[in-house]
């Protein structure tokens, strides 16, 4: 094998792994959104010591 060959098969190589660890088919996680607050807010008293 030529150097050029070896050569291209490393980068070919190396760049698919890259593309295997980063893509994002493997984390796709659920459209999940935050519920409403629905609470009563807090109100300080003033008697307290």
Not at 28 to 40: G, H, K, L, R, W
């Amino acid at each position: 094998m030529s150097v050029d060959k070896i050569l291209q098969s490393l980068v070919q190589y190396i760049a698919e792994g890259f593309d295997y660890i980063f893509s994002t088919t493997k984390d796709e996680c659920p459209n999940i959104e935050v519920p409403p607050f629905d609470s009563a807010l807090y109100q300080e008293t003033s008697d307290r010591v």
